[in-house]
Nanobody, 123 residues
């Protein structure tokens, strides 16, 4: 594990959570970062990506307008603000280094990963 995550938990539909991912084991600011998730019985999918400088971001359509990715290079931390959560957002969320133009390629053997954090959206 190269990054430490925090901020998951149980929330009702429509609620909000903010995930954090901090790494001091690598040169944090040298990397694009991605948040990916894995729902029960499904594969890994990226939801948001932020490039090194923090000015360019990418979102999957199903989270646009609800999730916001950001980073603070001075704190070696990336964040995922999740608003208006839906039951289908229930998953384990991971932060991982990536190359933004190859963001569709996800493998647990590639990149530097956080330990994962459970997000459960349920009434």
């Amino acid at each position: 594990v190269h990054a430490v995550q925090s901020g998951g938990g149980l929330v009702q539909p429509g609620g909000s959570l903010r995930l954090s991912c901090t790494s001091f084991r690598i040169f944090f600011s040298d990397y694009d970062w991605s948040w990916v998730r894995q729902a029960p019985g499904k594969g890994l999918e990226w939801v948001a990506v932020i490039e090194k400088g923090g000015d360019t971001t990418y979102y999957k359509d199903f989270v646009k307008g609800r999730f916001t990715i950001s980073r603070d290079n001075a704190k070696n931390t990336t964040y995922l603000q999740m608003n208006n959560l839906k039951t289908e957002d229930t998953a384990v969320y991971y932060c991982v280094t990536t190359v933004a133009k190859y963001r569709d390629y996800i493998s647990k053997t590639v990149g530097y990963w956080g330990q994962g954090t459970q997000v459960t959206v349920s009434s």
